[in-house]
């Protein structure tokens, strides 16, 4: 009965898949060999995202992981320090790249139940200066961070402490527009606190491949010379620019459909007494005993619904691009009729 149901995939907004006019866009892209700094298409995304997110420069990349390991690299030397968040995807989730590839020690600290990194924790974290210790440089924030939005009060405190403490700050900002879209306000309110940020098209945005980096120009020259050590130098790349900027232009402002559909998976959710951990933007965590897990999976496998279980401590539900209404209705459906088994 349900063989014949597409697959919905909530397991992140990572499985987007690009749309018919999205891949127009990047079949007709002009292009150029982009190590050269040639690729017409590639430029026009840096120069747009640098004049709309106020900075100097920018540099697009393969990955998300790739641009914050070029910032890594661009603002700290071998035996420096970044401050960042235990949990945080810099940190957790980037093989310790900092570290592997720049000698540079990470100095993790636990954050807030709202994804801050409390500011008399990195004031006490940051080392003196004295041979003992790496130096500290560097402060790594998230934003959104685990589909939290940041306070934009906060952010001005921790720019107003790097200052004070002489560090610069960086923000993941891997689903920056998440932020800007729930915050309704100009993306500058959030970026014009850091000076560097790095944003990813291939999120919820919806592009297939590609982050970029913003920062000064000097930032950014240390950063593209990385990118080329790192195998990041692209050639043709403005195929993938094309698709970015597509993004940019049309899958914006609609974020705000997966936040208002994670809304109301949340709600859903709890009428059916299933344990809502937190919702905000385009992300649901939920709260399964583990003895109930493989029941959920089987759920839904037969309901034809992929969840990331068993990857964080809560089951996380992420709403996209390519989860409309319907598909919506499906969930909620297949997870009524897990909680009615229990
Ligand atoms: C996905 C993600 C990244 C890394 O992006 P990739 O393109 O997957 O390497 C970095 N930070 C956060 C918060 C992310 O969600």
């Excluded at 939290?148 to 405190?157: K, N, S, T």
């Excluded at 709600?267 to 951990?277: E, F, K, M, T």
């Excluded at 005993?289 to 539900?317: F, H, N, Q």
Aim: glycine share 8%; net charge negative; with cysteine.
């Amino acid at each position: 009965m349900t063989a014949d149901l597409t697959w919905i995939d909530l397991r992140s907004d990572t499985v987007t898949c690009p749309t018919p006019a999205m891949r127009e866009a990047m079949a007709c892209a002009p292009v150029g060999d982009d190590v050269y700094g040639e690729d017409p298409t590639v430029n026009a995304l840096q120069a747009r995202l640098a004049d709309e997110l106020g900075f100097e420069a920018a540099l697009f990349v393969p990955s998300g992981t790739q641009s914050n390991l070029l910032a890594l690299l661009a603002h700290c030397e071998r035996g420096d320090e970044y401050i960042v968040g235990m949990d945080a995807h810099t940190y957790k989730y980037e093989g310790g790249g900092a570290a592997v590839l720049g000698s540079i020690q990470p100095q993790p600290i636990l954050h807030a139940t709202d994804g801050t990194l409390p500011l008399s924790d990195i004031d006490g974290a940051i080392k003196p200066d004295d041979a003992h210790f790496a130096r500290t440089r560097l402060v790594c924030l998230e934003n959104t961070w685990h589909g939290r939005v940041m306070p934009l009060d906060y952010l001005a405190q921790a720019r107003a402490l790097c200052d004070r403490r002489g560090l610069a700050l960086h923000l993941d900002g891997a689903r920056l527009y998440n932020a800007v879209v729930a915050c309704n306000v100009p993306p500058r309110e959030i970026t014009q606190h850091f000076d560097s940020v790095s944003v990813c098209l291939s999120k919820g945005l919806g592009a297939p491949v590609g982050s970029v980096l913003l920062g000064s120009q000097a930032l950014i020259s240390k950063a593209r010379r990385w990118r080329k050590v790192c195998g990041g130098g692209m050639r043709q790349a403005g195929i993938l620019a094309a698709g970015a900027m597509h993004a940019l232009d049309h899958h914006v402002a609609r974020l705000a459909d997966d936040h208002a559909r994670a809304a109301r998976l949340a709600d859903a959710l709890q009428a059916a007494g299933i344990s809502v951990r937190s919702q905000q933007t385009n992300m649901v965590f939920i709260e399964v005993p583990t003895d109930r897990l493989p029941a959920l999976k089987a759920c839904m496998d037969e309901a034809r619904v992929r969840v990331s279980i068993g990857y964080t401590p809560a089951v996380r539900l992420v709403t996209h691009l390519d989860v409309d209404d319907d598909a919506l209705d499906r969930v909620i459906h297949a997870f009524s009729n897990f909680a009615a088994a229990a």
